[in-house]
């Protein structure tokens, strides 16, 4: 016997086969995509190209009072490289496997959370449940370089301020273990290049402050604090007394060398690139302030910010977070363990904190391994049209908050 496929999982498999990869993604292909889909379901669609090339889809379902504050459903549309001789299948054919196991590059990161949005919609409709709040989907790009072009303009723009947005769901991450993650705050990421000038000469002898003794000197500093920051992440408590994830420590990574001209030359520049996450319990500035320090400790050496955030600031999990209340008190109705976490890596949340907008970041991939980035990345279409039916619930709950 064929059993035929559910058509939110066949529309899904269609988002998936959009090769939206960096460095060169099909945003045109993709806006077709959003905006056939737009049309069917009968959503306003609007798109903004603050860079061109660079679009930002935005879909409206107007609610029941436009005047209430609206909810914002965002999704990044592009997703990263794949080594494509590791994996099992063609990443961008989105092959099912017989147990159901969808295979593609984006299916965890974050297509599964941007298709799910629209089938909310559809879901609704179909219920003929208009909740109270205008809810807006956003599908922006770049996020996966940094999302400057794109969240990050969007943010900025008069078109966001008219929006008036109220709060806003984003993309978590896989849970190997029965429960969803929900991040309420992330760390800034800080890509920085070191580059060191000394004297040169002959590789032969024994010249003093050269390019390279400089840089090993800054770079086991930053050893050090990684060193610090791994024995904290190993056996520290934070002050409740509970265990450190990753998003409650810094990170450091030492990701880019270069130098060299020929062995025995001794080279005048060096350069080593750090990727560091820095957590939301970390005063920004004093830190820049330290590791600064590190570099201008040696003469003739700079820093400069490849990728910079300036601000780290969450979402209090409160009683006076009405969102957070609704969601935690939903999630418990319906039997879901929730692990509230700092996200380790970055998403295009951290624009939308920054202006003081309240967003919480769920995926919803529990009992799933993680695999963003990774060879073979995976959703079982069982679990993505669970999702559906919980995203469906939680947002008309959310969207029908009356007073925040
Ligand atoms: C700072 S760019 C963010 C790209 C990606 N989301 C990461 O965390 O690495
Ligand atoms: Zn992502
Ligand atoms: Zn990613």
């Given amino acids: 016997m064929t059993s035929t496929e559910n058509p939110a999982v066949t529309r899904f498999r269609q988002y998936l086969r959009i090769k939206t990869v960096q460095p060169n993604p099909d945003y045109e292909e993709c806006t077709k995509f959003l905006l056939e889909q737009a049309k069917e379901i009968g959503l306003k669609s609007q798109v903004f190209e603050y860079v061109k090339g660079k679009p930002i889809v935005l879909l409206t379902w107007e609610g029941r009072d436009p005047t209430l504050p609206a909810i914002l459903l965002n999704s990044h549309t592009d997703v990263v490289p794949v080594f494509e001789e590791k994996w099992s299948c063609n990443p961008f054919e989105a092959c099912k496997l017989e147990n159901g196991d969808i295979i593609a590059r984006g299916a965890q990161d974050m297509k599964c959370v941007g298709s799910s949005y629209l089938e909310v919609i559809r879901c609704l409709q179909d219920q003929d449940k208009q909740p109270c709040r205008t809810i807006h989907l956003s599908y922006v790009p770049d996020e996966e370089i940094g999302g400057e072009d794109g969240m990050g303009r969007f943010v900025e723009s008069d078109d966001f301020k008219k929006l008036n947005i109220g709060f806003a769901l984003d993309e978590g991450i896989a849970n190997p273990i029965d429960a969803l993650k929900v991040f309420y705050g992330e760390r800034a990421p800080w890509w920085i290049n070191v580059t060191t000038r000394g004297n040169t000469g002959h590789g032969s002898q024994l010249i003093q402050n050269t390019a390279a003794v400089k840089l090993n000197r800054i770079i086991n500093k930053f050893m050090e604090l990684r060193d610090s920051q791994e024995r904290q992440l190993l056996i520290?408590?934070?002050?409740?007394?509970?265990?450190?994830?990753?998003?409650?420590?810094?990170?450091?990574?030492?990701?880019?060398?270069?130098?060299?001209?020929?062995?025995?030359?001794?080279?005048?520049?060096?350069?080593?690139?750090?990727?560091?996450?820095v957590s939301p319990n970390v005063d920004l500035l004093q830190f820049k302030n330290l590791i600064e320090g590190y570099v201008y400790s040696e003469s003739d050496s700079t820093i400069e910010y490849v990728q910079y955030f300036d601000d780290n600031g969450y979402t209090p999990l409160n009683e006076n977070n009405v969102w957070w209340i609704v969601l935690r008190d939903f999630c418990k109705g319906r039997n879901i363990s929730i692990e509230p976490e700092i996200f380790p890596a970055a998403t295009d949340s951290r624009y939308l904190r920054k202006l003081g907008i309240p967003a919480l970041g769920i995926s919803y991939l529990k009992n799933t391994p993680i695999l963003l980035h990774d060879h073979d990345e995976r959703i079982n279409e069982n679990l993505f049209l669970e999702g559906i039916e919980f995203y469906t619930d939680l947002i008309f709950h959310l969207a029908n908050i009356q007073d925040a």
């Fill in 236 to 277: 520290g408590k934070n002050p409740g007394g509970k265990k450190y994830n990753l998003g409650d420590v810094t990170s450091v990574n030492l990701t880019i060398l270069k130098t060299g001209v020929q062995y025995n030359v001794i080279p005048q520049e060096a350069m080593a690139g750090f990727d560091i996450r």
